[in-house]
C-alpha cells in the first residue's frame, strides 16, 4: 500500500505577540474558571451526593474503613500453613537464593522419614522490596504474597524481622491468592 505524501506545516517562528497576548490575562482568567468550576462541582457533590450513590469522592475513611485490595497486590510475604498447623515449606532455599534484598534466612532441618522442614525461617521485613521473586519461585506454593498492608512499618528495626511462627497463615484464608499465583505463574502460561 502506498503511503500518502503528508502536507508539511510550517512553523512559524518570530511570531510576534500583541500586548494583549504578551500580559496572559485571558489565559490567567480562563485557567481561574476551570479551577473554580471544578471546585464547585466537587463540592456540590460532596454535600448532595448522586442519587444512589454514597458520595462521589473517592477518599477512605482509614482505619474504619478498610481497602479491598486487588489480586496483584503484593503485601507482606506469609508462609502458607497446611490443615495441621505446619508449614507447607519444605526448606529448598529457593526464595532464599533468588531473594534480591536477601531479606530471607533458612535454617532447614530433615525429618525421620528424610522430608525437610525449615527449621527457622525469618524473614527481615526492612530488606523486602516486595518484588515477589519469593512467591513465584517457590515450587510448593509455600510463600505467597498476602493481602497485608498494615504494620508494615514500625520504630524500632527488631519489630521488622519476623519468624516462622509468626508468618504462617492458614491456607484457606490464602485461597484467592494461590489461585491468582497458579493462574499467572502456572507452567502453561510459558
Request: net charge positive.
Amino acid at each position: 500500500m502506498p503511503i500518502e505524501p503528508q502536507k508539511i506545516k510550517k512553523v512559524r517562528r518570530n511570531l510576534e505577540l500583541t500586548l494583549w497576548e504578551k500580559l496572559y490575562i485571558f489565559e490567567v482568567i480562563r485557567g481561574l474558571f476551570i479551577t473554580t468550576r471544578h471546585l464547585v462541582v466537587n463540592l456540590i457533590g460532596f454535600v448532595v451526593p448522586p442519587a444512589g450513590k454514597k458520595r462521589s469522592i473517592p477518599t477512605i475513611y482509614y482505619p474504619e474503613e478498610k481497602r479491598v485490595m486487588f489480586d496483584a497486590y503484593r503485601g507482606r510475604p506469609v508462609l502458607v500453613a497446611q490443615e495441621n498447623g505446619s508449614e507447607k515449606c519444605v526448606a529448598c532455599g529457593l526464595c532464599e537464593k533468588i531473594c534480591p534484598g536477601r531479606a530471607i534466612t533458612i535454617v532447614a532441618r530433615e525429618k525421620e522419614n528424610g522430608d525437610r522442614f525449615p527449621l527457622q525461617f525469618t524473614l527481615d521485613m526492612t530488606r523486602c522490596v516486595y518484588c515477589g521473586y519469593c512467591e513465584e519461585v517457590c515450587p510448593k506454593e509455600a510463600i505467597v504474597m498476602s493481602r497485608e498492608y498494615e504494620n508494615l512499618a514500625a520504630y524500632n528495626r527488631a519489630e521488622m524481622i519476623f519468624s516462622k511462627e509468626s508468618l504462617l497463615r492458614p491456607e484457606k484464608d490464602l485461597r484467592e491468592r494461590l489461585e491468582y499465583v497458579r493462574r499467572i505463574y502456572s507452567k502453561c502460561n510459558y
